[in-house]
């Protein structure tokens, strides 16, 4: 049988979108969905939405990234074309363990999305693939 | 977490439903039977379990009737019952163990979602499930089950399935209002009999159901009645006493306010229950306001709405609150004991002291607080009880609080130059009738510091640097030997109206004042008298300045104009015939202390007049050798052992 779970995770994230835009407001039976589903993230990634550390990097090209300001300061970076996060967190808990469907960071982008609270960044091609690249580097 | 901010609304509600599980948890292990209400009970077979992540998806079949009904070893698919996919949390399936074949029954609040392009609805929330054991097989079968570890296959999720949260503008919009289904309603907790505790505007009187029913339908409305125990004010921030210019002795300085108090009005109220609560209320613009706001409100019933909770705090955590809270305890008259029916109310004044307390602000805006000023006194208010001081140094506590009158003979600011000036100790000298006419054994006076978290207002410090003034201190704290004034305690000038005085009155002080001598037992930061004959004079000690013969001020400038002047700038003049201060340290020999050295710092008219020593010179410092001083009214500066030395200053009491 098919995987269930991230269907479920996209229904709840359309839903706080559209009573979002709706009212502007989540209700409190969406908040605990979302940790139903989330567990531990949900607090930490509403955290960074409430203080919209999610930037939606774009280039000219129509290329896309997300950077999160992280709790310690560092700038984590998220893609958008999979489900991937720079955080050691990502890294353990969701490649290696299977434990979560995203990171802290990974939710708070999506609910960032959600609720219109994602601060836009525009950069040249050179300065998103060095972003991109500089991961790389970390990585090496 | 931001203050307000969507984790801090989540980090409230998950603490609300996990109270709720442990609650429903403990319940089931107590309810030996299934309950009865059966409304919003889901039932289902579980037909297929596997995980992803750590959410157990179980594949089951909806059971329309109790499952008595049907054969256990029933494994046909009855093809007419609904699938559901059930999803729990790591944390109930380790609780429920389930295999394939179990029946769970699931409790309300729990939540169904409808997704798009499948047809199986998915519930989710399902904290609140329970196997259901239907026969004696049944049971066998749990138990040995439970000694095997069941195998369930994991499904991996592939990272290449993101999530596209923009189609919303498509066909399924219409459908997607319905995906959502309310959820069904929750179990009441067994103590709330109450349909609709706050029905609109309807006057509750208990602070608890109030609280714990914030974010209810109609919880704006509600009003709940309750007592004022006790008015004070609570510093906002840091800064919040005016500047008081110098540690000089006051008398000659004038006060200066520069800063506005950063002070909010609270209230300590009660409820019928006996539960108390601190409400936090506006900002003062001057702590001169409070005592208005006692007068008027202490004792009386008030009205509240509207209020938000700013925190629960625990007795460990807020030991000032709660020294306050056991002042008040027990209560003078029965109070309801909640819990039971309304109609047969059991009041009670045995029950033990409170262990937490709400503390609430109002909304910013519209009035929250409607005090019944013209009717009387609640039977439940506890004015404080007045002590006299001779009693209060007998208390035999720690962290008591305690109220008395007392006249301030001296007062001075500590002088850690470190803290700002407005964050400063006051310490206090004061006295009354008790301890003045009393033989030996008791000190004749008392230290009371005044910490920097204390509200005093600007009238009160003005009135007692310029005289020795009686002063009612309500609820100060009195612990270790000390007695001090901290938050929550109100100094204040007038006589309260309603005050169980114990004994005579105390007000009045007939006589001079008279201060403990000096002896083996003085301590630092203490006043006393002295009398001793001049052994020593510490000339490099020893200066003199000019001061203003208006004001007295000391700190006198050069003219702009004739530099041979000299200009008071409080007067905003020249001073044609200055008055010549002075300052010298003497070493005294005091019979009453005799085995220490004793180093008084002299520096009024009056020691002066006694040592005679108006222009010093080496002769007239060998004139000073001999004489007597006594009676000199000091402060304590310090007391050192090794060597063993006393430092004093001399004072001029109020």
Not at chain 2, 220 to 246: D, F, N, T
Not at chain 2, 408 to 427: A, C, D, F, G, W
Request: charged share 20%; net charge negative; hydrophobic share 40%.
């Amino acid at each position: 049988m098919g995987s269930t779970l991230p269907a479920v995770a996209e229904e709840l994230l359309k839903e706080i979108k559209k009573a979002f835009q709706e009212s502007s407001h989540v209700p409190d039976d969406l908040l605990l969905g979302l940790k139903f589903i989330f567990g531990p993230c949900a607090v930490p990634a509403l955290d960074l939405v409430d203080q919209h550390s999610v930037t939606r990097v774009t280039s000219p090209s129509g290329r896309v990234l997300y950077q999160v300001l992280g709790s310690s300061g560092k700038l984590y970076t998220c893609y958008s074309s999979c489900h991937f996060c720079t955080c050691p967190a990502f890294g353990f808990t969701v490649l290696q363990k299977s434990e979560s469907l995203l990171c802290k960071h990974l939710l708070a982008v999506y609910l960032s999305q959600a609720m219109g609270a994602c601060q836009e960044l525009t950069v040249s091609e050179e300065q998103l693939t060095n972003i991109l690249l500089a991961e790389e580097e970390d990585e090496g | 977490l931001c203050r307000g901010g969507l984790a801090e609304r989540l980090c409230r509600l998950q603490n609300r439903e996990r109270s709720a599980i442990s609650f429903w948890r403990h319940q089931c292990i107590s309810d030996a039977k299934i309950p009865s209400d059966k409304s919003g009970v889901l039932m289902v077979r579980i037909l297929e379990i596997f995980e992803e992540c750590t959410i157990q998806v179980a594949i089951c079949q909806q059971l329309e009737q109790s499952p008595a009904t049907l054969s256990p070893e029933d494994a046909v698919i009855n093809e007419e019952e609904p699938i559901l996919k059930v999803l729990f949390t790591k944390e109930t399936a380790a609780h429920l163990k389930s295999r394939p074949q179990d029946v769970i029954h699931i409790y309300p609040p729990w939540q169904k979602l409808l997704l798009r392009n499948a047809d199986v609805p998915v519930i989710m929330n399902t904290y609140f499930s329970q196997k259901v054991l239907l026969s004696e097989h049944s049971e066998a079968r749990e138990k040995t089950y439970g000694l095997t570890k069941m195998l369930i296959r994991k499904n991996i999720i592939s990272l290449a399935q993101t999530f596209r949260l923009d189609d919303l503008d498509d066909e399924f919009h219409q459908e997607s209002s319905e995906n959502w289904v309310a959820r069904a309603p929750q179990i009441h907790n067994k103590c709330d009999s109450k349909q609709h505790p706050l029905a609109l505007s309807a006057v509750n009187d208990s602070l608890l159901e109030m609280v714990e029913s914030q974010g209810a339908v109609g919880w704006r409305e509600a009003q709940v009645r309750v007592v004022i125990q006790r008015v004070y004010c609570l510093p906002a921030k840091q800064g919040y006493r005016s500047h008081v210019q110098g540690n000089k002795p006051l008398c000659a300085t004038p006060i200066m306010n520069t800063e506005p108090p950063n002070v909010r009005l609270c209230l300590l109220v009660q409820d019928a229950y006996g539960m108390f609560s601190e409400v936090q209320l506006q900002s003062l613009s001057s702590i001169d306001d409070i005592e208005q706001y006692w007068r008027r409100w202490e004792g009386k019933f008030c009205c509240l709405s509207g209020v938000k909770i700013l925190q629960r705090t625990t007795r460990g955590r807020a030991l000032g609150l709660f020294s306050l809270i056991d002042s008040l305890w027990p209560p003078v008259v029965p109070v309801k004991v909640p819990g039971q029916s309304q109609d047969s109310e059991m009041m009670t004044t045995d029950l033990p002291a409170p262990s937490f307390c709400y503390i609430l602000t109002v909304q910013s805006g519209e009035v929250h607080v409607e005090v019944d000023e013209e009717e009387q006194i609640s039977n439940l208010y506890q004015p404080p009880a007045v002590h006299s001081l001779k009693e209060i140094l007998q208390i035999d506590g720690c962290n008591e609080r305690c109220s008395f009158w007392a006249q301030v003979l001296y007062l001075r600011l500590q002088t850690k130059h470190s803290v700002p000036i407005n964050q400063r100790e006051i310490l206090l000298f004061v006295t009354d009738s008790t301890l003045q006419n009393v033989v030996h054994m008791i000190p004749k006076v008392v230290a009371v510091s005044v910490t920097a978290s204390c509200a005093v207002s600007m009238e009160i410090i003005e009135a007692l640097s310029v005289a020795s003034r009686l002063v009612f201190f309500k609820d100060a704290l009195w612990g270790n030997g000390r007695i001090i004034c901290v938050e929550r305690t109100v100094l204040l000038l007038q006589k309260p109206l309603l005050c169980s005085a114990a004994g005579a009155d105390l007000s009045e002080l007939t006589g001079p004042v008279r201060l403990d001598e000096l002896d083996s037992t003085t301590q630092a930061n203490s006043i006393c008298a002295l009398r001793g004959t001049v052994v020593g004079v510490n000339e490099s000690t020893a200066f003199s300045w000019p001061a203003c013969d208006r004001c007295g001020n000391g700190k006198l400038e050069l003219c702009p104009q004739d530099r041979e002047l000299l200009y008071c700038r409080q007067c905003s003049e020249v001073v044609i015939t200055p008055v010549l201060k002075m300052q010298l340290e003497v070493f005294l020999s005091c019979p009453s202390r005799s085995q220490s050295t004793v180093k008084v710092k002299v520096w009024h008219e009056i020691s002066f007049s006694i040592l005679n020593t108006v222009g010093l010179g080496r002769q007239r410092v060998q004139s000073v050798l001999g004489k007597e001083v006594g009676l000199l009214n000091c402060y304590v500066h310090s007391v050192t052992s090794h060597p063993n030395c006393v430092a004093l200053e001399e004072i001029v009491l109020l």
